[in-house]
């Protein structure tokens, strides 16, 4: 099933706030995921849950590619538009 | 299982082995008081529980504080092993060492001994290094090996000075006192793992999964419990083709797997521990060097 970057957005800020105990304040979506405070095993470990969730292969090379909240959402956004 | 009679240590260690016949006699004796500094044999038990191996060594160090024994029930995970040797444990202050692969550096016991006088629930934990330039899951096999790994241990003469495992190791973690996922020895009071319930038994895939890192963040979240880092110590892995630290593809694969499991028993994402903790350092535990 697609899904609009938005909504990808939404499901990353919720993960990663949730990781960093941040409470509800958005995060910037143009900040690097290390400069967010995301380790790389934390990147790892999001991979397989966006795996679990959208039931697609989410190789954490592209999180390295693709490092923002920003350019990650639209990539799978389109990965998933593709898809169906 | 049969009992253990050393009587009243002041630290019980618990190890859990399978399969590691090369690495768990170094291991051990990296726990002994031969080599940790400062501990006397009295002072400490070593419970070297076996999880099942086809291979285990053929003989272990003469080391009088150690008990080897094999767990009642071995299963893929080493969470039920871990909490056999929790309800085994004398000390009122016990360490786990999840994987038998890990050696010590020599101030580990001496400063968890001190963290537990200085602090009342304290959560003591040590840095894990990985022996080589490189993590094990990301060196090509024919560039590392247990050849090559002895050969580095040759080269800093160990077990003559262990913190030369430093010049020869890599760390896990971007800085020792930095976030951690969780930590190879992990030291509480009896009455901590007994308030936690020890591991828990839901981890029950090959190598415990996340089993780890969940015990570290419900220990710390523990309302009364503070966070201690032996910033100068730390547990150095051996390769053995362990489930976690084989290859990068199984590494992440497992990772992964980890991730999703966890948050499937815990209802949110596997995370970092980032509170910084209580920094102790070696020169507030040891004597300097003479």
């Known amino acids: ?84 | 299982m049969p009992s253990l009679s050393i009587n009243n240590p002041r630290l019980s260690v618990i190890v859990i082995s399978y399969n590691m016949a090369r690495e768990l006699p170094r291991t051990l004796h990296s726990l002994s008081a031969g080599y940790q500094l400062g501990i006397a044999p009295s002072d400490i038990e070593i419970i070297s529980i076996d999880n099942g191996s086809r291979d285990a060594p053929a003989a272990l160090p003469p080391i009088a504080e150690l008990r080897h024994l094999r767990s009642n029930n071995p299963r893929p995970s080493p969470v039920h092993a871990i909490n056999e040797g929790l309800v085994m444990a004398q000390g009122d202050l016990v360490g786990v060492w999840i994987d038998g692969a890990r050696m010590a550096s020599p101030g580990v016991l001496a400063g968890a001994l001190s963290a537990a006088r200085q602090y009342r629930n304290p959560v003591i934990v040590t840095p894990n290094y990985q022996l080589g330039t490189a993590h094990h899951a990301a060196q090509k096999s024919a560039a590392y090996s247990s050849e090559v790994e002895d050969a580095l241990l040759g080269s800093i003469n160990w077990p003559d000075d262990g913190y030369r495992l430093f010049d020869i190791a890599t760390s896990e973690m971007r800085s020792p006192s930095g976030p951690l996922l969780e930590s190879n020895g992990i030291f509480m009071r009896k009455s901590t793992w007994i308030r936690l319930g020890g591991y828990d038994e839901a981890f029950d895939e090959p190598g415990g999964g996340y089993a780890n890192p969940d015990l570290l963040r419900r220990a710390v979240d523990l309302p009364d419990t503070e966070l201690v880092k032996l910033v100068d110590e730390g547990t150095f892995h051996q390769c053995h083709g362990g489930i976690s630290t084989s290859t990068e593809e199984g590494l992440i694969s497992l990772l992964k797997q980890a991730g999703v499991k966890y948050r499937h028993l815990r209802g949110k994402p596997a995370g970092m521990v980032r509170q910084p903790g209580i920094i102790l350092k070696k020169d507030k535990y040891l004597p300097p060097p003479s």
């Not at chain 1, 970057?5 to 979506?29: F, H, M």
């Open chain 1, 1 to 84: 099933m697609g899904k609009s970057q938005v909504e990808i957005e939404g499901w990353i800020q919720k993960y990663i706030r949730s990781v960093l105990e941040t409470g509800s304040d958005a995060l910037p979506t143009d900040t690097d995921w290390t400069d967010l405070g995301l380790d790389s095993v934390e990147l790892v470990i999001m991979a397989g849950v966006l795996e679990d969730d959208f039931d697609i292969a989410v190789d954490p090379h592209i999180l390295i590619e693709y490092s923002t909240i920003s350019t990650f959402s639209q990539y799978l956004s389109d990965a998933l538009n593709q898809k169906t």
